[in-house]
C-alpha cells in the first residue's frame, strides 16, 4: 500500500492487514558449541542433520564411512605426488633423444629438448656432434644436472669439442670402437668489427671460460688435469677404446643391443 503525499509517493510500511512472511517456528540446536567442537564427527554430523530438519541423520553405517573420507581429505595434500600417474608395479618409461650436429645452428632446439624431459627421469641421449658454441655447452650440462636427469650418453660417431660436456654430465657413458672425440683448446672467431679494448676483454673472457672448462672435463670424466692437458694443448682425436682405458666411459659393441640401466642403486648421482 502506498501514500501519497503531495508530488511524492511513498511506500507504507505498516503490517496492518498483511500476513507475516517470517517463520513461526525456528528449529535450532540448543546444544552448546564447544559440546559441538568435542563430539566425534559422526555425533556432530547427527546433530546437524535434526538441527536441518531433517528427519533423522546419518546412517551409523554412514556416518563411520563418511567420517573416514572426511579425515583422509584433511591429510590429503594440495599438490600431486611425484610419479601420480604412473601405475603401481610398472616402471617409468624411458626417453631417448638425439644431440647432433653443429650447436651454433640449434641453440634453441637442443635446449627444449633437454627442458621437455621430466624431471629426474631416466633415458639415453644419443651423440654425433662436433660441437660449437661453448655456452650452448654449458647450458645442456647444467640442464642435465639441474634437472636430476639420470642420462646414459651414448657416442654413435663423433662426439668433439664443446659436446665433451654435456656428454660428462651423463651419470653413465657408453662409447664404440671407432667413436671419435676431439680435445682442443677453446677458439674465437668474430664476424663483429671490435675496438683494442673490445678484443683485449674478449680474450680475457675466453681464456677464464676455457679454464672453467677444463676443471668441468676433469672433474665430471674423474681424470687428472694433467691427463687432459695432455689431450686438449695438441689438439687430439681420441678414440673409444682410448676413453675406455682411462675409465671415462664404458666400451659397448655395435652389434649387441644396448645395454640396460642399472638399478637405481648403481646409478650414480647427479
Given amino acids: 500500500m502506498r501514500v501519497r503525499q503531495g508530488n511524492r509517493v511513498s511506500p507504507d510500511f505498516s503490517t496492518r492487514g498483511a500476513r507475516s512472511s517470517f517463520p513461526k517456528r525456528l528449529v ?104 660449437g658454441s661453448v655456452y650452448t655447452a654449458l647450458s645442456l650440462m647444467s640442464l642435465i644436472r639441474l634437472r636430476g636427469l639420470q642420462a646414459t650418453g651414448v657416442v654413435l660417431g663423433e662426439c668433439s669439442s664443446a659436446s665433451l660436456l654435456p656428454f660428462a654430465a651423463c651419470c653413465r657413458r657408453l662409447v664404440l670402437p671407432f667413436s671419435t672425440h676431439l680435445f682442443h683448446a677453446m677458439k674465437w672467431e668474430s664476424e663483429v668489427n671490435v675496438r683494442l679494448h673490445e678484443a683485449a676483454e674478449w680474450a680475457r673472457h675466453f681464456r677464464e671460460i676455457e679454464q672453467r672448462f677444463d676443471v668441468l672435463l676433469s672433474e665430471m670424466f674423474g681424470i687428472d688435469a694433467e691427463q687432459l692437458a695432455a689431450w686438449t694443448e695438441p689438439g687430439r682425436f681420441v678414440t673409444g677404446e682410448e676413453l675406455a682405458r682411462a675409465g671415462i666411459a664404458e666400451l659397448i659393441s655395435p652389434f649387441e643391443p644396448l645395454p640396460r640401466h642399472p638399478r637405481q642403486g648403481n646409478v650414480a648421482q647427479v
Fill in 28 to 131: 535450532c540446536c540448543r546444544e552448546p558449541l564447544d559440546r559441538l567442537r568435542q563430539r566425534p564427527v559422526e555425533q556432530t554430523e547427527h546433530i546437524k542433520g535434526a538441527a536441518n530438519g531433517t528427519e533423522r541423520g546419518l546412517e551409523s553405517s554412514d556416518r563411520v564411512e563418511y567420517s573416514v573420507e572426511k579425515n583422509e581429505r584433511k591429510k590429503s595434500k594440495g599438490y600431486p605426488s611425484p610419479g601420480w600417474n604412473r601405475e603401481r608395479g610398472r616402471p617409468p618409461e624411458e626417453w631417448e633423444i638425439l644431440l647432433a650436429g653443429d650447436f651454433n645452428d640449434q641453440h634453441i632446439e637442443l635446449l627444449r629438448t633437454v627442458v621437455e624431459l621430466p624431471r629426474n627421469s631416466r633415458g639415453t641421449i644419443y651423440f654425433d656432434s662436433n660441437g
